[in-house]
């Protein structure tokens, strides 16, 4: 797996590859040839969201790669070995696809035939920038079989410290004549693939904003499908956190896009679902840094294996609920809802209305949702009711701040700092919140190892450790809320 840093250029046929000896050390050209057979779903589900999946012989790289945007310009590609059947996927890239596939078959739908001439930048044996000048023969092998010829220019950065040189290179290029490809791929060249429907609305309303951003969460979770599926790092987070800005935009913005409580009850499951295995990955890490900190000779019993690797077990096995799931048609059925409503929303009455009128209203309305949990839980006398309370004003604190995110590219630095002031109050009461759970999970491992004949004295630790941070939280919080306070009243 690996990062693909590239800018695409346009040629005419005659074009000729300028001098590039003096950006650093020139090897080439050398010639190969390229045969890529490129799958998708016949209406071409993959291709429409910038993914490629493409069985290729020939070159240095000869085999499957699936290529996943990240970012303009950026994308991760996948590899696996050629394999001898062109029918069938392997199972591994197919699996990687089912959020865009979403049951329906891959099949071959474009074959390209590229005569590439490949130079080479390097400084003595690194390897910093690879430009491919690209003779092409597009087939479409759908119904049809249309033929299309065209010849481009690749510079790919091989070398992540050098960006500057490829932006060298990307210069020389443009004035030998090249111009930036309006194209992503050589495949959406060939079939020109329609890019996911997106709602009509008016230029600079409430409505253009709101759909804006559901239609980035709506792809920040789709991006963080296939790193889910190989428990890359974070990426159980990442799609956590893009159905949680969902939801709260959902309920924040009811009034700019209507209807959606199915939707939020769906985006919930699918948070649930997530949650398990993020909690256990969070847990194990939180204890191990705690025993990280704990004296050699004050760790007794196997308290590192029930805190380490007992919890990553229940954490693999939570992972496979999780791929189950993503596997099923509940969430294929989610994900469709999901493009639906971008696609083709129930606008309100305030979608219309100017978007700094409407949401600078809506965002007020949500801190000040933070304000009533608050005062409602200061108003509980019984401690432990407050401390319960104390939950739905965090709660509500990281709706305020998902919302002014939210709000921050159209209505500018004022929601900026709203959403870090509400973010504060999240995290303060988190620390409290997490502390108390921490407690209670060496409780019950503390029980289990007392029932298995081990010395607990080490849980007794760490509980101790545990209980120090939830109360220096839960101390500090007025201070806290009180400047927040004072801050998003100049602010609001």
Not at 280 to 287: D, I, K, Q, W
Not at 323 to 335: F, H, I, P, Q, V
Not at 400 to 425: N, S
Not at 461 to 490: C, Q, S
Request: with cysteine; hydrophobic share 40%.
């Amino acid at each position: 797996m690996g990062i693909e840093i590239e800018d695409k250029f346009d040629v005419p046929s005659e074009y000729t590859i300028p001098d590039l000896s003096g950006l650093a050390d020139v090897v080439g050209p050398k010639s190969h040839q390229l045969v890529a057979l490129y799958y998708d779903t016949p209406d071409l589900r993959l291709a429409a969201r910038g993914v490629t999946l493409r069985r290729r012989r020939g070159g240095a790289d000869a085999g499957w790669h699936l290529k996943l945007p990240k970012a303009k310009g950026v994308r991760q590609e996948i590899t696996h070995p050629l394999t001898r059947s062109t029918k069938i996927v392997p199972p591994e890239l197919a699996e990687l696809v089912r959020a865009y596939a979403r049951g329906a078959e891959l099949e071959v739908v474009a074959e390209l035939d590229t005569r590439r001439n490949v130079t080479l930048l390097h400084d003595g044996d690194t390897m910093l920038v690879e430009i491919a000048d690209d003779r092409v023969k597009g087939t479409d092998r759908r119904e049809g079989g249309n033929v299309v010829r065209w010849r481009e220019v690749e510079a790919e950065l091989l070398d992540d410290s050098r960006q500057a040189l490829l932006a060298k290179v990307g210069k020389r290029l443009r004035k030998a004549g090249a111009t930036p490809s309006g194209a992503a791929s050589k495949l959406a060249r060939l079939l020109e693939p329609t890019p996911p429907a997106r709602a009509r609305t008016v230029p600079g309303s409430a409505g253009e904003v709101v759909v804006g951003y559901l239609a980035s969460q709506v792809s920040a979770l789709l991006s963080q499908d296939p790193r889910v599926r190989r428990a890359e790092d974070d990426a159980v987070h990442q799609m956590r956190v893009a159905c949680r800005r969902l939801r709260s935009a959902m309920k924040a913005f009811k009034t700019v896009v209507m209807d959606t409580e199915e939707l939020q009850e769906e985006l919930q499951w699918l948070g649930t679902v997530l949650g398990e295995a993020r909690d256990l990955e969070v847990t194990r890490a939180r204890f191990g840094k705690l025993l990280a900190r704990v004296a050699p000779e004050l760790i007794l019993g196997p308290i590192q294996a029930r805190l380490g690797s007992d919890l990553l077990e229940r954490e693999q096995e939570a992972y496979v609920r999780i791929k189950e799931a993503l596997s099923g048609d509940r969430y294929y059925a989610l994900l469709n809802a999901l493009d639906a409503l971008v696609a083709g929303p129930k606008l309100g009455k305030a979608a219309a209305k100017p978007a700094q009128e409407q949401l600078s209203t809506i965002a007020s309305a949500n801190w000040r949702r933070v304000t009533k949990a608050y005062d409602t839980a200061q108003a509980i006398e019984d401690l432990e009711r407050r401390e319960i309370a104390m939950h739905d004003v965090r709660k509500a604190a990281k709706r305020a701040r998902y919302t002014a995110e939210a709000l921050t590219p159209a209505l500018g630095k004022d929601m900026a700092r709203l959403a870090k002031l509400a973010e504060d109050i999240q995290e303060v009461l988190g620390t409290h919140q997490d502390g108390v759970v921490a407690q209670e999970t060496l409780a019950k491992e503390a029980e289990s190892a007392r029932q298995a004949g081990e010395d607990t004295f080490t849980y007794g630790l760490l509980v101790g450790i545990e209980r120090n941070t939830a109360e220096r939280a839960h101390a500090d919080f007025p201070r806290v809320w009180a400047e927040t306070v004072k801050a998003v009243g100049k602010l609001l």
